[in-house]
Structures are given as C-alpha cells and as structure tokens.
C-alpha cells in the first residue's frame, strides 16, 4: 500500500531542521532530522529524532507554525511504500520528485535512529 510522505524545512530563530513526516494509521509519523536531507542524495546517513505525531493537514501545510515556533517549507514530497518493518528497522521506497530510492530508518542499541539511503535489490 502506498502512502503520502513530505519534508519540511523548519526554521525557528537561529535553529534550522528538516521535518521527515511518513503517512501510517491516520497520522504523520515525524522525525527530526539536523542534516538537509540532501545529504542522502550522496549516500549519507543522517541522524532522525523521533518526534510526536502531526496531522494529516501538514503534508501539504507550508507557514507558520502555530505558538511562535518558526515556519516550515515543503522541499520534497511524494508516495512511499514499506518494504520491511520489525522493532528496529523501518525499510521504504519512496517515489517523489526530488527523492527517489529504497531508505532504511534504523535504531541502534542506544536507541537511536538514523535515516539513510541502501541499494536496491532484485531490480531491473
């Protein structure tokens, strides 16, 4: 099944992130990621804080941020399917304008996660 994902530049002040927020039961799940997502163009791996749930209402949302928190600007958007889930691996394809391949979200031992790019298998 296929679901909406989108990336939110947010700037607040001084302090600049990217918002990473993926479609899944009626809700955005968000991950706060300190790198331009750009980065992952390059084959880097970019740490992900998870953060609470968004509405629906913010994949298309670009403005203000309610409570003086910044503002955020769409950079990317588009479908992504989940390939492989467990407790410590989340793998997607996305399929977007700027954002295209098979990305794992990872969780370590410390509990940590990171977001990164792995090369596809079994396609043509």
Same mark, same amino acid.
Do not use: C
């Given at each position: 099944?296929?679901?909406?994902?989108?990336?939110?530049?947010?700037?607040?002040?001084?302090?600049?992130?990217?918002?990473?927020?993926?479609?899944?039961?009626?809700?955005?799940?968000?991950?706060?990621?300190?790198?331009?997502?750009?980065?992952?163009?390059?084959?880097?791996?970019?740490?992900?804080?998870?953060?609470?749930?968004?509405?629906?209402?913010?994949?298309?949302? @670009?403005?203000?941020? *309610? /409570?003086?928190?910044?503002?955020? $600007?769409?950079?990317?958007?588009? +479908?992504? #399917?989940? =390939?492989?889930?467990?407790?410590?691996?989340? @793998?997607?394809?996305? *399929? /977007?304008?700027?954002?295209?391949? $098979?990305?794992?979200?990872?969780? +370590?031992? #410390?509990? =940590?996660?990171?977001?990164?790019?792995?090369? @596809?298998?079994?396609?043509?």
């Amino acid at each position: 099944m296929r679901n909406r994902y989108v990336i939110l530049r947010h700037r607040a002040g001084q302090d600049l992130h990217w918002d990473l927020m993926l479609e899944r039961e009626g809700a955005l799940k968000t991950f706060r990621l300190k790198e331009d997502p750009k980065a992952l163009l390059e084959g880097k791996w970019i740490a992900a804080e998870p953060i609470q749930d968004h509405e629906l209402r913010f994949l298309t949302y @670009e403005g203000s941020v *309610q /409570g003086g928190k910044g503002s955020v $600007v769409r950079e990317a958007q588009g +479908d992504y #399917e989940t =390939l492989r889930q467990d407790a410590n691996l989340w @793998e997607v394809r996305m *399929q /977007g304008a700027s954002l295209k391949g $098979v990305f794992q979200m990872k969780e +370590d031992k #410390e509990g =940590l996660q990171t977001f990164g790019p792995v090369a @596809e298998r079994g396609t043509s």
